[in-house]
């Protein structure tokens, strides 16, 4: 993130914008809406622009920009249409240390100017780096289509309410009663009665929550999918933004993490084959203690929680102190591989079933039906296999399997470094070691990659980045 985004207040605050024909009056419209004392300097001025000046809505000065000008400026805007004029600007505006924003001219602009969504006073900006400007405007587009055009009068009313509603206690209660006052119940009074309709619905809400329990909230073991937030659940993103305390695996990346509320406690619980790991019993003993507190305990594991997550352990803990849970799905590891590859974890005529199988067991590699798995055809899905890879090669072998079978190790399934790693079992530890993976694997056996997944492997896409658009 190149560019920290921040909101200033302007109210009251000069604003200097060099520039006085049509580049710069988008930006004088907008400058408006902030209170801000704006003076403008141009030759030419757009007819805009002057009848701003005559409505004593900025001030116009008809001549170019001078250092002296934007001395005590909290922002400088250069919007002359010219790079030259512009160029002249972003000198000023360094020289006199003022933040300086040269339209459409990333490399001399200290700070840019987002796409901004205006539901006063709830203010979306939108960002791209200055790459995407485009992207920007559709994500703005779809945002003020989602957000109804009440939402300001909502939020300027419920500002003046909190006093009143924090009579309920912090936690779950209140913040079920926003939530159904925000995306709910608040929107549809504003539009049946408007802003009278929106006071009363307040008042009416905050005694049904009051009269209500504080509700019991189950434990929740969310599956975070193997890594792409893009396959989260709808629910499990909706669990992730309202839970009090989250204990997630080591395998969960950042990306996920940054859905959870930013007041949500959040308490790494990682384990990592032949590394250092939290014990099994400190991981339950955790859950037990959250689970007895008020509010949303989280247990979020990566890919499915059913799949070689230690779920019944878990479960078990909390059933024995009395505590509900429920368990949200997610996307396994074996089938966003099986997606990355382009193929099918079954087909007619080749297999009939599919092994999801674990390399190791709690006592050390693990034993399985290995003539079948050495049979023609047979297809399986092998977590926690990079170590055991040689094991497993020699299992297979030694009950007549064809050292020619494909093996497709995929590392990071549905990340952005996804890797794929095509060979054979002959070849399978040679090719592990050879690749060094480190991170999140799944061996998929008996399957090959497409050659259109081949094909995007090999796409040099750093060197394509650097190709300059004519």
Do not use: C
Not at 142 to 153: R, S
Not at 236 to 263: C, T
Not at 286 to 302: I, T
């Amino acid at each position: 993130m190149r560019h920290f985004p921040i909101f200033i207040d302007l109210t009251g605050q000069p604003v200097v914008l060099s520039g006085a024909g049509e580049v710069a009056v988008p930006k004088i419209r907008l400058l408006m809406k902030t209170g801000a004392r704006i003076t403008v300097f141009g030759e030419k001025p757009h007819e805009q622009i002057r009848a701003w000046a005559d409505e004593s809505e900025l001030t116009l000065v008809e001549r170019r920009v001078s250092e002296a000008d934007v001395a005590g400026a909290r922002l400088l805007y250069g919007a002359n249409g010219s790079r030259a004029a512009d160029k002249a600007v972003a000198r000023i505006g360094k020289a006199a240390g003022v933040l300086t924003n040269i339209v459409d001219n990333l490399g001399d602009s200290e700070f840019i100017t987002p796409a901004i969504v205006d539901r006063d006073p709830v203010t979306i900006a939108i960002g791209t780096e200055g790459t995407a400007p485009m992207l920007a405007r559709k994500i703005k587009a779809d945002l003020e289509e989602m957000l109804p055009a009440g939402l300001g009068a909502l939020a300027k009313i419920a500002n003046r309410f909190r006093p009143i509603a924090n009579i309920l206690p912090t936690g779950e209660q209140r913040r079920t009663f926003w939530h159904r006052f925000f995306f709910g119940d608040g929107v549809r009074a504003h539009g049946q009665s408007g802003a009278a309709g929106i006071k009363t619905r307040l008042s009416s809400l905050l005694a049904e929550i009051l009269a209500d329990e504080q509700p019991s909230q189950p434990v929740a073991f969310v599956g975070a999918g193997p890594g792409d937030p893009d396959l989260l659940t709808v629910k499990a993103r909706r669990l992730l933004s309202q839970a009090d305390v989250i204990l997630h695996d080591r395998l969960v990346p950042q990306p996920i993490l940054e859905l959870a509320r930013r007041e949500a406690t959040i308490i790494s619980v990682g384990k990592k084959g032949y590394g250092p790991a939290w014990k099994q019993a400190d991981i339950n003993r955790l859950l037990v203690e959250h689970g007895r507190e008020s509010g949303l305990v989280v247990r979020l594991k990566s890919g499915d929680p059913t799949v070689f997550g230690r779920l019944d352990e878990e479960l078990e803990a909390l059933e024995a102190a009395g505590i509900a849970f429920e368990v949200v799905p997610g996307i396994t590891a074996a089938t966003a591989a099986a997606a990355g590859i382009g193929a099918s974890l079954t087909r007619r005529g080749r297999n009939s079933d599919l092994r999801v199988l674990t390399g190791r067991a709690t006592e050390g590699f693990a034993e399985h039906e290995w003539r079948e798995l050495a049979s023609q055809g047979a297809t399986a899905a092998i977590y926690m296999g990079v170590h055991a890879a040689r094991f497993i090669q020699g299992r297979l072998l030694m009950h007549g399997a064809d050292r020619r079978t494909p093996v497709t190790v995929v590392e990071n399934a549905s990340r952005s470094d996804e890797r794929i790693i095509a060979t054979t079992l002959g070849d399978l530890p040679v090719a592990i070691d050879a690749a060094a993976i480190d991170g999140p694997a799944v061996l998929l056996l008996g399957l090959e990659p497409r050659q259109a997944a081949r094909a995007m492997e090999e796409i040099d896409i750093e060197g394509i980045a650097q190709v300059e658009v004519s």
